[in-house]
């Protein structure tokens, strides 16, 4: 774990990062606590002394340098052709998926408020 980045990390969020039940910010120490880390990711917890908003956070960090260099290869491509390869459709054919209405969202929700968590009845053995 890299402690500089983790402190720089730290101050980004209590500088950016408002509640979201209140508004207030982050400035107080005792207001984020590391939780872990894995690779690059690290987990940490903003806890609002204005509300009882709880934040959890999960930031990836990546080196500028590693964002900036054009020239590096990933998978064998050049990072223009990343992003030519993943805007492309990967077949002509492929259905446009429809979009997502209220009704969809309301029937998600009468569904889950009566589920009771079996899922091998639900799908089968």
């Known amino acids: ?3 500089r980045i983790l402190k720089k990390l730290i101050r980004t969020l ?3 990062i408002t509640c979201p039940g209140c508004g207030a910010k982050f400035n107080k120490p005792e207001q984020v606590q ?19 908003t709880l934040v959890f956070a999960t930031v990836m960090v990546t080196p500028e340098r590693e964002l900036l260099a054009d ?6 491509l050049q990072s223009q052709d990343r992003v030519k390869k993943l805007s492309k459709p ?3 054919k492929e259905k446009k998926l ?3 209405s209220t ?3 309301i029937d998600a929700h009468n569904f889950f408020e009566k589920f009771n968590g079996d899922f091998e009845t639900m799908f089968g053995k």
């Open 34 to 52: 590391f939780r872990g880390y894995v690779d690059k990711t690290y987990f940490l917890q903003l806890n609002c002394l204005q509300c009882p």
């Open 98 to 100: 429809k979009e997502i």
């Open 90 to 92: 990967k077949d002509k």
């Open 103 to 105: 009704n969809d969202v």
């Open 71 to 76: 020239s590096k290869e990933i998978d064998g």
């Open 1 to 3: 774990m890299n402690v």
């Open 14 to 16: 209590q500088e950016k």
